[in-house]
């Protein structure tokens, strides 16, 4: 605890000479921009460790040489589970010379030619120009430090906290869980359903070209799916999320749920290690109009792992019982970890309102998709 009172006091050191309008306790920007290894990197999903970010204008500047010199100093100190490092060039020699790469795990470079992401930072000069900045971001991406040389920052990575302690407290996703959402003979009925009918292999939505489209990376998901197509179980899940779910959002959140799309039961299987990794719900146009994502368990005392993390709230993990559901923002970050032992089955809605209904129905000229069919509640 006196480690990290000190480290408090040096974060408000550090803040008294920051030179751009981010200040500690900011949230920073997302953005989505190409790296050497992915041509769409999207920083906002590096969420769950700390992030030193530094801007330059050039790998060869005299600014950008201290940098990579610094960060060969220090380069046992990004794992990407504890701490990552993320440089960010405006010179296109950089890329098209390949001066600068990722270095996975825990390095990674953007390419920002036209300094669109060094703007939005504050890591400009009058002139337009890129200005050396040092950015120390916490699993939130939310500042900590910033400088102008990487001295100090650096001598303080050894001393942070773990990951799940950088609040100083306890930090707990805000989420719903509320048990008794499905009785267990419904639960049974929809394993039942699955195990009749068998799942297939379930992707995960992304934008291309404009576009929304499935893509499928069992490094980032491995689940299965099945459409429940029978009129009688889809009537009985609509019912019970109506009345036993929907108040509960309106209380907790002040939301008025009036659609649902989706009915699957979806199984994690142990012998494929079924998890998907961290991600948000509501990313691309052909989905921005989700609000809530339900997350409700059909057999939580017979499968091990599989639990929800959110990584911007630390390490804790939920796990609703059977018949009962977590209900939580579509715009959060969150994970379902691997499944070690047996089969996890789960049904998994969004919920929306008449507002994201028309919002839906603007962009569903951007999907390369179908998606399962909604219906009011």
Known sequence: MLAFAWFRGFIREISVN???????GDPVPWF??????????????????????????????????????????TRSFFNDSQLAFFGVTADPLDQSQQRVRDDIPGVRWFYDSGAAIARSFGATDPEGKVATRWF?????????????????????????PTPSEHAGCELTAPVLLIPRI?????????????????????GFMLERHGKTTVADDQRHKRRSDCTIEDAALREACQVRVKCRLVPEIAKSFQFAATRMERYIVACYRSD????????????????????????????????????LRFPEFGSRTYKPP???????????QHEALPVRKGMRFVFLPFLYDEA??????ENNRFLDVSIDSYRRL
């Open 32 to 73: 989505k921009a190409a790296t050497s290894s992915r041509p769409d990197y999207n920083f906002g999903t590096v969420t769950g460790r700390y992030v030193v970010l530094v801007f330059v204008s050039s790998s060869v500047s005299a600014a950008g040489k201290e940098c990579l010199e610094a960060l060969k100093c």
């Open 356 to 361: 994201a209904a028309q919002l839906r129905e």
């Open 182 to 202: 499905f009785e267990p003979g419904l639960c049974k009925a929809l394993i039942d359903y699955y195990q009749q009918r068998g799942g297939e292999k379930s």
């Open 136 to 160: 120390l971001l916490d699993p939130m991406l939310r500042v900590l430090m910033v400088d102008s040389s990487p001295a100090r920052m650096l001598e303080v990575l050894s001393m942070l």
């Open 18 to 24: 920051s030179m751009t309008r981010l200040t500690p």
């Open 322 to 332: 059977t018949g009962g559901a977590v209900v939580f923002s579509c715009s959060l």
């Open 272 to 307: 494929e290690a079924g998890h998907f990794r961290p991600h948000r719900d509501n990313t691309t146009r052909g989905t921005a109009h989700r609000r809530f994502a339900v997350t409700l368990n059909l057999n939580a005392e017979e499968y091990e792992g599989g639990e």
